[in-house]
């Protein structure tokens, strides 16, 4: 059968696509616009291949459902709430889930590969800046670096935060350390060893970033790759894992900065902000356990709740807490049963690429890591509605959901064969 030749429309279209991507790719790890800009253009092109070109239609995936619940929730609860038309509004960023379905219906394996590659290269190089950052206190920026103790300072990237700094690092250095640890065999000595000093780089760029929401996140993701390796009989690789943690551990310790900051965690959990603004959340969910109060409305409850509070309390410092008052019951049913059924699904997808290709298997068990530190780090910060944070939550929700699809289906394949 001969392949229908492509109009120049089309091809226009698809490079359109293509190219937002990569810019997405080059921009995500350090600037919010170069993201969006690529993010908005493949977005408005993919709409456009949708609408005008034969043949193509949406291609849904196992968490569709799910989303389609969190989101049900989310509008349930602003109507229920005390500002219905202000909490609808406050709901302007869930366009970014559309990265998921963006990625999914417009990438095969070889170019998410392409389009990982592009995004890990640009993080590595804002971890050798955040390094620079920390040790030097410069930024060349926004100059939004602030000093951590009398030596060191907060690494920031090119953002202006290093929650979001440490929160991105975080998830890009489990991926590439799970290539490290499960994939170099599929590689030659000088890219093992670029791979290798790349994610100790990104690792580091995580401890410089003085987050510690970031590095539990690390932590768990590092844990998580250790029972990994354990269960599949890499022995070797959970003493790699449990040793990496403990020189992560002895270095922030070593030094009198970090060494307070760490310290401040296991304070913060007595009592801080984050514990008054978690208790007042714990208090809201109570009184509205149906509904939540809906999106936009923490601010105009919690006074209610933490009367002599002095403090920031624009939002809940808290993921899921953030979520069951944004969408209630509903929309954190949603939320939970989403990562069930990705977990559920990325194991089958890891053994399937276990069985056939150990880097593919990598990559599998990278993405799972990378999703984990996102639902550790957000017991401490809200991630999922920080925009450079969320953008790459949904961006590694569509490479993984792009991995899946494309390893059982070829192992569908290979099994008629």
Known sequence: MIAQKKSLFDIIVNKTIEWGLIIFAVGSPFSISLAQLGFITALIFWIVKLLFMKGIRLKGTFLDVFIL???????????FSIQPVKSLRANHNVWLFSMLWLFFNNTDMDQAKKVLRILLITS????????????????????AVKPYGMHLYGAVGGFGLHLTYGGYQMMTALILLAISLFGLNEMKGSTKVLVIVSTVILILSVVASFARTAWM?????????????????????????????????????????????????????????????????????????????????FK????????????????????????????????????????????????????????????????????????????????GQNYFTDSENAMLFWFVMGISITFYYGTMKKNRLKSKA
Not at 223 to 249: D, N
Not at 257 to 280: C, E, H, P, V
Request: with cysteine; glycine share 12%.
């Open 124 to 143: 590595i190089l804002m971890g050798i800046y955040g390094l620079f950052q920390s040790v030097t206190g410069i930024d060349l920026w926004r100059n």
């Open 300 to 379: 105009s409850h919690f006074l209610k709740y933490r009367p002599d509070y002095v403090g920031s309390y624009g939002h809940t410092h808290n993921d899921w807490l953030a979520i069951y008052l944004r969408g209630g019951l509903v929309g954190f049913a949603g939320f939970v049963l989403m990562y069930v059924f990705y977990f559920k699904n990325m194991i089958r997808c890891s053994i399937v690429a276990y069985k056939n290709d150990k880097l593919k298997f990598s990559l599998c068990l990278g993405f799972m890591a990378a999703i984990i530190s996102f639902m550790v780090a957000g017991w």
């Open 69 to 79: 619940i969190l989101l049900a929730g989310f509008i349930l609860s602003s109507i």
């Open 217 to 297: 996140g690390l932590f768990a993701g590092m844990i998580f790759l250790g029972i990994a390796g354990f269960f599949t009989g890499a022995r070797k690789t959970s003493w790699i894992i449990l040793g990496a943690l403990a020189l992560i551990i002895i270095l922030i310790l070593s030094s009198w900065d970090m060494r307070q900051r760490f310290y401040q965690i296991f304070l913060d959990l007595k009592q801080s902000a984050r514990t008054q603004l978690w208790g007042g959340s714990l208090e809201m969910i109570k009184d509205h356990p149906i509904f939540g109060v809906g999106s936009g409305m």
